[in-house]
Nanobody, 120 residues
Framework: QVQLVESGGGLVQAGGSLILSCTAS????????MGWYRQAPGKQRELVAT???????NYSDSVRDRFTISGDNAKDTVYLHMNSLKPEDAAVYSC??????????????WGQGTQVIVSS
């Protein structure tokens, strides 16, 4: 069973920065991709950013140019560098790791989530 442990959330003023970390209990090369999702109160969970095992990245339009996802293979850790934070970025951020076994079989692992609060 893979475990994902997140850290780095907290309270920050609008315009500030935070770095979220997600450390996996397995090599991050084990996963086809890893990513960060967020869910604000009363809203659906949404994709923030993903990074593949080859290092390709993808971002939602709302965070592109402000957030950066990266991975440290030696530490089995994926980071989310968040800059120019806005009140609307406040949410619980969860780390995800995805493995595709076949066209019809895949598995997702999730961390426990870390809260990000942005004060205006």
């Amino acid at each position: 069973q893979v475990q994902l442990v997140e850290s780095g959330g907290g309270l920050v003023q609008a315009g500030g920065s935070l770095i979220l970390s997600c450390t996996a209990s397995a090599s991050i090369f084990s996963f086809n991709y890893m990513g960060w999702y967020r869910q604000a109160p009363g809203k659906q969970r949404e994709l923030v950013a993903t990074i593949t095992s080859r290092g390709s990245t993808n971002y939602s339009d709302s965070v592109r140019d402000r957030f950066t996802i990266s991975g440290d293979n030696a530490k089995d850790t994926v980071y989310l560098h968040m800059n120019s934070l806005k009140p609307e970025d406040a949410a619980v951020y969860s780390c995800n790791a995805h493995i595709t076994y076949s066209r019809t079989l895949s598995r997702d692992y999730w961390g426990q989530g870390t809260q990000v609060i942005v004060s205006s």
